[in-house]
């Protein structure tokens, strides 16, 4: 059953259609941006939303995306003693957020000593080798 401000409200849509005061709107025929909340538990989604909406983000999540953007800028450095200094960055952050987690071993992300042990191996490798 239809309240009588429910009749008012859709006789004025109505009206705003037929006036073609819809026709121009920001993002029209655009699919909408659905969140999917399922995962969430019903009492916590009022409070991410909120969260979300004022651009905080859980201190982990920080922390991973300055992990990968200190990956990212490793990948590209040629200068030695910053590569290795970026790379010292990198393992804090690892630590860091290993830390922050305080979970089992078997899930903590490992840090990066491998390319530096390799470049190490081969440098020793050609001195050796003249």
Known sequence: MITGFEKIVEERIRQSLKNGEFDNLAGAGKPLNVEDLSRIPED???????????????????????????????????????????????????????????????????????????DSLSSEKTTSDR
Do not use: H, W
């Open 44 to 118: 916590l989604r009022l409070a991410y939303k909120m969260l979300k909406n004022a651009d905080c983000v859980p201190p982990e999540i920080e922390i991973k995306k300055e992990i990968r953007s200190t990956e990212a800028l490793l990948e590209n450095l040629a200068d030695e003693k910053l590569k290795y200094k970026t790379l010292k960055k990198l393992n804090y952050l690892i630590l860091k957020l290993n830390t922050l987690r305080q979970g089992a071993v078997k899930f903590e992300i490992p840090q990066k000593y491998e390319e530096r042990v390799v």
